[in-house]
C-alpha cells in the first residue's frame, strides 16, 4: 500500500494537495508544525475520501526533522511513492535587518530540508522502481531581485535546478521530479510573512487560488513534466521575465507598491 507525503500540509497549497491527491485515490502522511491543524485536515480526508491517513508533527527549520519524517513512515512501514515538498516562508524585513539565525532557519526551510528529504526517500523509490517528486517553487524564481524576501527568489531558483537535476539523475530509473511555480496566490503565506500589504496592492486577475495552483501541479506531476506553471497568464509573465527582464520591473513596482528595486 503506498503513500504520498506532503510537507507544509496543514494550509494553504499543501493542505490543498493533500486533498486533491485523497481526491485521485492516494493514501496520506500529512507533516507540519500544527498540530491541531493536521488533525483536523486528516480527520476530514478520511471521512471525506476513504484514504488511509498518518500525520507526524515536524518543524523544517530542525536539523533533525527530516530525519525524523523519514524513521516515522519506516516504522509504520508506509510506502512512500510521492513526496510533496511544499513547506515554505518568506522574510518581509530587508536583508541588512533580517537576523542571520532567521536566515538559517528560512535557508532549512526552503532548501537544505528539501535536499534532506528527497535524498531520504530517493533510495526508497528506486528500491521501488518508481516515485514521483514535487518541489513547490515560485514565479519568483524568473523574477528580478526583492526590496524584500531577499533570499526567497534566489532560493526558489536553486530548487528549480535542484529538481532538475533529480531528473537527469533518475528519471531514466523510473523517478520523476516536477517544480511548481505558481504565482500571487491566495493563502496564509502572506499574512504569515508579513507582506500581506503587497499581497493585497495586487489586481484579482493576476491572483491564483490554491486549488488551481495544486490541480495543475499534481497533473504536470503525474505526467513527468519537469516544470509547473500555473495559468496562462504566469506562464506569458515567466517568458516577458526569461526575455524582458526589463519591462518585468515596472511592472511588478506598479503591481505591488515598488516590492522590486530598479537596477
Do not use: W
Amino acid at each position: 500500500m503506498s503513500y504520498a507525503i506532503v510537507t507544509g500540509a496543514s494550509a494553504g497549497i499543501g493542505k490543498e494537495i493533500a486533498i486533491q491527491l485523497a481526491e485521485r485515490g492516494h493514501n496520506i502522511i500529512l507533516t507540519a508544525r500544527r498540530e491541531n491543524r493536521l488533525q483536523e485536515l486528516a480527520s476530514e480526508i478520511r471521512s471525506r475520501y476513504q484514504v488511509n491517513v498518518d500525520y507526524i508533527t515536524a518543524d523544517l527549520a530542525e536539523v533533525d526533522a527530516p530525519d525524523q519524517i523519514h524513521e516515522f513512515c519506516k516504522n509504520n512501514n508506509y510506502d512512500v511513492e510521492i513526496l510533496i515538498n511544499n513547506a515554505g516562508y518568506g522574510l518581509p524585513k530587508p536583508f541588512h535587518e533580517v537576523p542571520m539565525e532567521d536566515e538559517e532557519k528560512s535557508l532549512r526551510v526552503l532548501a537544505i530540508s528539501v535536499i534532506a528529504l528527497t535524498k531520504k526517500f530517493v533510495p526508497d523509490l528506486l528500491a521501488r522502481g518508481s516515485g514521483k517528486v514535487m518541489i513547490v517553487s515560485s514565479v519568483a524564481s524568473f523574477a528580478p531581485p526583492s526590496a524584500i524576501q531577499t533570499l526567497y527568489g534566489p532560493i526558489k531558483t536553486f530548487m528549480n535546478r535542484f529538481s532538475d537535476s533529480i531528473n537527469i539523475n533518475y528519471k531514466r530509473k523510473g523517478i520523476s521530479s516536477t517544480s511548481v511555480c505558481p504565482g500571487y496566490t491566495v493563502t496564509e503565506f502572506h499574512s504569515a510573512s508579513g507582506t500581506q500589504e503587497q499581497m493585497d496592492k495586487v489586481p484579482a486577475f493576476m491572483k491564483l487560488t490554491a486549488e488551481r495552483v495544486a490541480r495543475e501541479g499534481l497533473d504536470a506531476m503525474f505526467a513527468g513534466k519537469r516544470l509547473s506553471i500555473p495559468s496562462k497568464r504566469y506562464k506569458v509573465l515567466v517568458f516577458l521575465m526569461t526575455y524582458f527582464s526589463f519591462l518585468i520591473n515596472i511592472f511588478s513596482n506598479a503591481l505591488t507598491g515598488g516590492r522590486y528595486e530598479k537596477k
